[in-house]
């Protein structure tokens, strides 16, 4: 693992900063530099500045898996937060990037959304993101967690329940209810503005938004600037929107006007076209206890969607997206207020996409349509050149290498990960393929399943391993993925060369899978 591009070790007063900034669920065309009508003038700022990257993957499809892997430099089938209801050994995480910096000499935070460990389980799990467990921790309580040697948390950050009472819940909560006024500004948070369409897991919120955790994270995060502006830090600032509910406060929520917003290619379901697993993710019976499972098949067995309503959806998740990126631009504006930009690197992704109507689905699941897999990746920083794409394959599992890569930091337990240095400031090196990976448990839709996925420049092929079944698609001649080549004699060649990239992975994933802890 590459520790700086001289391999010498960096005096900490001449080393970068890092600022991680990242929002949860957010699709990888959903930027205005991407075409579409969403308003990111920041991001496209950072975009325009430093160098983006047209086709990154995430390491896996879903929350805990993904973040687990950015921290760590490692396969979810690795380091066994192979689906949501796994909680990340915290031995692995002082493993992770965090730690390393903090033992390089470096101040090391996140502030916003961790997901590292589950927040509703079968049974107090004693973490600080477990809904039952929080109450554990103090209100002087920040960390050190998962490597980072100050946190400041909420413990879900998605409001299809709000924000926990104290002794509840975490740094976000607590302030979100101070002087009693919280149950007031959740009355406003569940008040249903309209124009109300019925679109599900959307409305249009009475919350200020300045009372929103997107508002909080931007705060804080800003607050932890000025605190460490004389010393190497390294900074993650997680957002968790655009993440369902589609619930943006005013004004966000009214500034993209629903009959403004692009809608899928194709939005109905056609799972008779699809691999088996497609239809009985959507309509098998999850094996869980029973409050749980309601919950998850209200969010996987879903009423069809009107235009309209996918409009309403869209412009509300656009919102969302808008209201983040107000927030970063807050942070990289006081990163030239305290004369720190020249000084930082910025890196903006996210942990996984959204279907938002494509094939008639919403939300998340087992189907690696880009929309869900692809996320943006922009970087900022000295030595990082302005203006430049590249449409190289890779996965934010490399977020640990690059930094740490950036910053002179020794990564060597980071195994998985590569440094994105060579792509971002030389034109001769390339990436062949990512690979992204999911496992399954019954908790989901009753049947396990063993999902393994690659990605070039073109093409895109899924194996489920248990069966055998699988999808390949052509995304340049076929980019919205109507046509399924995996069976296609044409392309038998060009499988094998695709299943030969998964077979590639290294031979290090656990032995007996970790238990869940909780919901998936």
């Not at 000295?382 to 394959?393: L, R, S």
């Amino acid at each position: 693992m590459p520790t700086s591009s001289s391999n010498e070790p960096v005096p900490v007063s001449k080393r970068l900063n890092i600022l991680l900034i990242t929002s949860d669920q957010h699709r990888g065309d959903c930027y205005g530099f991407e075409g579409r009508n969403v308003k990111t003038p920041h991001l496209d700022q950072l975009a325009r500045d430093g160098t983006r990257f047209a086709a990154c993957i995430a390491p896996n499809l879903i929350c805990q898996p993904t973040r687990a892997s950015m921290l760590t430099g490692l396969l979810p089938m690795t380091h066994g937060v192979s689906d949501n209801g796994i909680d990340l050994d915290p031995r692995l995480g002082a493993q992770g990037f965090a730690a390393a910096f903090g033992a390089a000499g470096y101040a090391t935070a996140l502030i916003g959304k961790a997901h590292f460990a589950t927040s509703h389980t079968f049974a107090p799990t004693g973490t600080p993101e477990c809904r039952t467990s929080s109450a554990d921790f103090g209100d002087d309580w920040n960390g050190p967690y998962m490597g980072f040697d100050h946190v400041e948390l909420m413990v879900e950050g998605h409001n299809n329940w709000p924000p926990m009472k104290p002794p509840h819940g975490q740094h976000y909560e607590r302030w979100y209810h101070m002087h009693g006024g919280g149950d007031a500004r959740t009355a406003l948070y569940w008040q249903r503005l309209p124009p109300d369409t019925g679109a599900i897991e959307t409305w249009n919120s009475a919350l200020p938004a300045a009372w929103h955790n997107s508002t909080w994270v931007g705060n804080q995060g800003i607050d932890y600037l000025r605190a460490h502006r004389d010393r190497p830090f390294c900074l993650w600032a997680s957002f968790a929107d655009p993440h369902h509910p589609f619930d943006a406060p005013e004004p966000w929520s009214r500034l993209h006007a629903p009959q403004d917003v692009e809608l899928p290619f194709h939005r109905s379901l056609d799972l008779e076209r699809r691999p088996w697993w497609h239809r009985q993710s959507l309509e098998g019976k999850p094996k869980l206890p029973e409050a749980m499972r309601r919950h998850r098949e209200k969010l996987t067995q879903l009423p069809a969607q009107t235009d309209e309503q996918l409009r309403a959806m869209i412009a509300n998740y656009y919102g969302m997206i808008a209201l983040v990126d107000h927030n970063v631009g807050r942070l990289l504006i006081e990163l030239d207020a305290l004369d720190l930009a020249r000084n930082t690197l910025v890196i903006f992704t996210t942990d996984h996409g959204e279907w938002l109507g494509d094939h008639g689905l919403v939300l998340k699941g087992p189907m690696a349509y880009e929309g869900l897999l692809r996320v943006g990746f922009i970087a900022r920083g000295p030595g990082v050149p302005a203006a430049k794409v590249v449409a190289d394959p890779i996965s934010t599992i490399d977020v640990a290498a690059t930094i740490a890569d950036y910053a002179g930091v020794a990564m060597e337990d980071a195994r998985h990960s590569r440094s994105l240095r060579p792509l971002i400031e030389t034109d001769t090196a390339s990436r062949d393929f990512a690979y992204s990976e999911w496992s399954l448990r019954e908790s989901r839709f009753g049947v396990p399943l063993d999902l393994r996925t690659v990605r070039t420049r073109r093409h895109k092929l899924t194996l489920e391993r248990h069966s055998g079944a699988g999808e390949l698609y052509d995304l340049a001649d076929d980019p919205h993925e109507m046509h399924n080549r995996f069976d296609d004699a044409g392309y038998a060649n060009l499988r094998r060369e695709l299943e030969a990239m998964i077979a590639s992975r290294p031979r290090d994933e656990l032995d007996v899978e970790l238990p869940q802890v909780g919901m998936a």
